[in-house]
């Protein structure tokens, strides 16, 4: 059978597309709208929240949130790091085949036709530019409402109080949304696979979180030992090791090895078992 005159898989399904598309959907506008406005909303809550008593000041970094825009926005990434942005994650990646199947257009797509490895890598693609962009707009918002809540001032290290000049801090600051990115590449691929599974977006999105939940506590099961390094969620605080007076960086090291990892084999799977998957829907 001889192809039809004109038809070229790789324009197939373009990125432009798939772009336009995703952000069109409500639950990205929300969700960007959610990600950009919550900065705002913790500056609203430590100005009408009772100020700490420098005295008694246990050095947490939510103690030294107030300290500068550099600290503000460490604080606001830790507090977002461990499920806001994972939910993020996993919406938009979970969401993205799933909602083709559940709204029986996925069919279609096959049929039109685009190749099924082209259909999964367009939409991992965009999936994942989505992500990052959630993941690097929350912290760059912090620094900004940070910086003009509680002036540019030089970041004061948790647990210790050493200060460290601004100036010096700022390339770290690009470690650490860098590790941040890494360390949700498991949430994104998780969320994909089941994607490919499931015709349920709902279903890819709240397995992918609740997974993460799960390891979340097995990582506070101190009798698994050295096990425990193998969970993705072990390393997600390495980041803290790039604010310190002495950069480290075999925790991010080691956090990224086993995130980029277990993301690879993720996204193998589902792109092997997407090949042969029957699609009816």
């Known amino acids: 059978m001889t192809a039809a ?17 995703q952000f069109k959907r409500r639950r990205t506008l929300v969700m960007f709208g959610l990600l950009l406005a919550l900065p705002w909303i913790l500056v609203v809550a430590f100005q009408f929240g009772p100020q700490p008593n420098g005295q008694q000041m246990a050095l947490r970094i939510s103690d030294l949130a107030t300290a500068g825009g550099l600290n503000f926005a460490a604080f606001a990434l830790s ?19 799933a909602s083709e199947a559940s709204w029986s257009s996925l069919r279609y797509l096959l049929a039109a036709p685009v190749p099924r490895d082209r259909l999964l890598r367009q939409k991992l693609v965009v999936a994942l530019g989505y992500s990052a962009a959630a993941v690097i707009c929350l912290p760059l918002m912090a620094l900004l409402a940070g910086t003009l809540a509680f002036g540019w001032n030089d970041i004061q290290v948790p647990g210790t109080g050493e200060t ?6 700022l390339p770290r600051f690009g470690i650490v949304i860098g590790y941040a990115l890494v360390s949700q590449l498991v949430v994104a691929a998780l969320a994909f696979l089941i994607s490919t599974v499931t015709d349920s977006p709902l279903g890819a999105v709240g397995g992918a979180v609740g997974l993460w939940i799960v390891c979340n506590i097995l990582q506070a099961v101190e009798a698994l030992g050295v096990l425990r390094e193998f969970l993705p969620t072990f390393w997600n605080t390495a980041w803290t090791d790039a604010l310190a ?3 480290d960086w075999s925790g991010m090291a080691k ?16 792109f092997r078992r997407f090949r042969h998957k029957d699609v009816v829907s």
């Open 245 to 247: 007076p002495e950069l």
């Open 79 to 97: 507090v977002s790091a461990t499920f806001l942005l994972v939910v993020a994650v996993a919406l938009f990646c979970g969401d993205t085949v």
């Open 164 to 169: 460290i000049p601004a100036l010096d801090v």
């Open 255 to 270: 956090g990224a090895s086993v995130s980029i990892t277990y993301a690879a084999i993720l996204i193998a799977v589902a």
């Open 5 to 21: 005159t004109g038809y070229t898989p790789r324009r197939t399904l373009p990125l432009r597309v798939e772009i336009v598309r």
